[in-house]
């Protein structure tokens, strides 16, 4: 069992920056790739951001590329999302997820899941 526990969220202003984390314990944090989901009020959770296990490869969705950066640490067991240049559509629960590899963001592959953080961006 992977336990995965995001935090970092809250309010900020657009244009600002925030970092959101995953706290992962149990199984070994490296043989998973990590997966950052969200779900804004009234639509379908959708992924984001995707690292490899070792941290090699990344990949964004272009709603996020060039503003958001994944990255993780796996002697510390953490995973983060640095989120830059924020817009009030980026409000949303923001979920990391692990999965075996970074394929694509079908959710049924990634069979870990924290419980969210809410990200709120308004002025």
């Known amino acids: 069992q992977l336990e995965l526990v995001e935090s970092g969220g809250g309010l900020v202003q657009p244009g600002g920056s925030l970092r959101v984390s995953c706290a992962a314990s149990?199984?070994?944090?490296?043989?998973?790739?990590i997966g950052w989901f969200r779900q804004a009020p009234g639509k379908e959770r959708e992924g984001i951001s995707c690292?490899?296990?070792?941290?090699?490869?990344?990949h964004y969705v272009d709603s996020v590329k060039g503003r958001f950066t994944i990255s993780r640490d796996n002697a510390k067991k953490m995973i983060y999302l640095q989120m830059n240049s924020l817009k009030p559509e980026d409000t949303a629960t923001y979920y990391c997820?692990?999965?075996?590899?970074?394929?694509?963001?079908?959710?049924?592959?990634?069979?870990?899941w924290g419980q969210g953080t809410r990200v709120t961006v308004s002025s």
């Open positions: 997820a692990a999965a075996h590899t970074c394929r694509d963001y079908d959710e049924d592959l990634f069979r870990y």
């Open positions: 149990g199984l070994p944090l490296d043989w998973y790739a």
């Open positions: 690292i490899s296990d070792s941290g090699e490869t990344t």
